[in-house]
């Protein structure tokens, strides 16, 4: 059996992570290399998500412009999508960094910014956090990550409406991001332990709104994290369902087997 990987720097549950990988016969670099989307040069911001946290109404007057068709309902939904896209396009990639490297900068409201729309119907790749910042380890990352995503909680709640299953969940998804790049290439079970189990670690209630389980697609058994929320996005125009969309939760609960239901996410631990 494959020892864990002993890289310097690398954190527990980054090790761990690689040593999963490798009894797939996938090589934890490489994977993350992948999974990580080149980058685009300089872009221009419209605001800063810590401008969008001390005053909401920037990012619903943009919407207003940028998606003028649209009405009170829809609007709550691009927000929704909009904050999965921070999710996705700022916290994935960082957390995809750490483990990797061993280290990442943190999600940055100041250095996190709105980019233009193209068109009246995109929604994804608008927030971006500018390079640099200082990297800090996985203890650190966790710790800090877990208590800003909190932080930015009550202004996309209270004031622009963003369901606690929608954020959370999205938030989830970006956390989660490492484990999202094997979910058909890895072993299933296992790796729904490890993922639920390093959620568990940010003392926010994104592992709340997730549940990593395993289900078919085809007739191959994968691991997939099922939101317990609904970004909202079949509302808008050239929307629909995501994949992990809680639409779709209970079908795939009750497909799951008494054997893994009885295998709780919440029991496992690093090293056991």
């Given at each position: ?19 999963l ?34 005053q ?8 207003a ?24 396009n ?40 500018v ?23 009550p ?17 989830g ?36 709104f ?63």
């Amino acid at each position: 059996m494959a020892e864990p990987d002993r890289k310097p720097g690398l954190g527990q549950w980054a090790r761990e992570y690689s040593h999963l990988l490798s009894q797939s016969g996938l090589d934890r670099e490489s994977v993350i290399n992948e999974a990580l989307q080149p980058s685009v040069g300089a872009r221009s911001g419209l605001f800063s998500l810590a401008q969008c946290l001390e005053q909401p109404s920037l990012l619903l007057g943009q919407v207003a412009i940028d998606y003028p068709i649209a009405g009170p309902r829809a609007v709550r939904a691009f927000v929704s999508v909009l904050q999965q896209d921070l999710a996705l396009n700022v916290i994935a990639p960082l957390t995809l960094r750490l483990f990797r490297d061993g280290h990442a900068p943190l999600p940055d409201a100041k250095r996190i910014f709105l980019a233009p729309a193209h068109d009246q119907t995109q929604t994804v790749s608008r927030w971006f956090q500018v390079p640099g910042g200082e990297r800090v380890d996985e203890e650190t990352f966790v710790r800090s990550a877990g208590a800003l995503t909190a932080g930015w909680y009550p202004a996309f709640r209270q004031q622009l409406g963003v369901s606690p299953g929608a954020y959370w969940s999205s938030i989830g998804l970006g956390l989660g991001a490492p484990f999202s790049a094997v979910w058909n290439r890895a072993e299933p079970q296992a790796l729904c332990q490890l993922a639920q189990g390093w959620l568990e670690q940010f003392q926010n209630d994104a592992n709340q709104f997730i549940d990593w389980i395993p289900a078919v697609f085809g007739e191959q058994t994968t691991a997939i994290p099922q939101r317990k929320g609904c970004c909202l996005k079949y509302l808008l125009p050239e929307g629909g369902y995501c994949g992990t969309c809680g639409v779709h939760r209970k079908e795939r609960l009750a497909a799951l087997t008494p054997q893994q239901r009885t295998t709780a996410p919440s029991q496992w631990q690093p090293g056991r």
